[in-house]
């Protein structure tokens, strides 16, 4: 039996490798973007944010529905731009964090990691669930790559083993493999499956 869940993003490049790993994982399962404007609170974590995002879009939408806040922290800036991932996109974008880093030569100080936590209402079990993943990587020393969005360009995951290329250079196919977003709706679809009952 085909059944609905709605990601409520304005991101169509995070809805579309929500699609592509969930649709293939879950089956039966159909994604459905839902957009809108979801005020977004300023917090110290991703959970946070997500918990209050979802909040908005429950009062919007009155089937299964999970909302995900994301972001690239780098621990030698503290975890910059981390929870601020998307206005610091929108002000320094990536030329900006090069900058930043720009006195951060060896690889071990350009460290840096993904993270995504997704929360998750489905009205059936009436509650709240959130799920996290997250990459480990380093910050590159330029802009490489086309594809993908944010901070795709300027961010080298450490897996697969030896792997040099950007997240930008990196297929859809590819970056759903190894990504934060995927870790984290490997989690969720686990528990989707176990409350419906559905083959693994
Ligand atoms: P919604 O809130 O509408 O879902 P958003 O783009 O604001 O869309 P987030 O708050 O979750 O999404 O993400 C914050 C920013 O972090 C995002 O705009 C990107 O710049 C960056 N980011 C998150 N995931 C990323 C990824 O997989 N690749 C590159 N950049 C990413």
Redesign the pocket.
Known sequence: MPFEIFFA???KN?FDEAKLYLERNIRGLILKQLTGDFP?IQAGTLEEVARFKILAATKQCTGNIF??????FIPVLNGFPGVY??QV?KMLDCKGILKLMEEYKSLDKREAY?E?CDCLFMPASNEFKTFSGRIDGTIAFEERGKN?????PI?VANEPRGNKKT?AEMTNEDKIQI???SRALQKLKDFIVQQRKLPA
Request: hydrophobic fraction near 35%.
């Open positions: 993003t304005g991101n995070k977004e909302m995900e806040d994301a972001g690239l991932s998307s996109k993904f995504a993908g969005f944010g901070f795709d961010f997240f990504s934060h977003r």
